[in-house]
Nanobody, 115 residues
Framework: QVQLEESGGDFVQPGGSLRLSCVAT????????MGWFRQPPGKARELVAT???????NYGDSLKGRFTISRDNAKGTLYLQMNRLQPDDTATYYC?????????WGQGTQVTVSS
């Protein structure tokens, strides 16, 4: 099993930046890929970005350029650098990990962008 814990969510003004972290514990050596998803209030969960063990990344529509996903395999930690945040980025952000055919999820961290 893999356990995931997100942190770094906060209240930020439009145009600001945040960096989210997700620490993976347990059988982390079996993780093939990790990702960030978000769920805005009243909406479905959507893709933010994913990254494989080899470093191949994939981003949701219109987020590349403002958001950057990275991972430190040695530390078992996934990051999401978010710049030029806008109110539409307000959401609960979740990290996940793919282990063979299983997907593990964290509990989420709240990001609120408002003036």
């Amino acid at each position: 099993q893999v356990q995931l814990e997100e942190s770094g969510g906060d209240f930020v003004q439009p145009g600001g930046s945040l960096r989210l972290s997700c620490v993976a514990t347990g059988k982390t050596f079996d993780i093939a890929a990790m990702g960030w998803f978000r769920q805005p209030p009243g909406k479905a969960r959507e893709l933010v970005a994913t990254i494989t063990t080899g470093g191949t990344t994939n981003y949701g529509d219109s987020l590349k350029g403002r958001f950057t996903i990275s991972r430190d395999n040695a530390k078992g930690t996934l990051y999401l650098q978010m710049n030029r945040l806008q109110p539409d980025d307000t959401a609960t952000y979740y990290c996940n990990a793919l282990v063979r055919t299983l997907v593990y999820w964290g509990q989420g961290t709240q990001v609120t962008v408002s003036s």
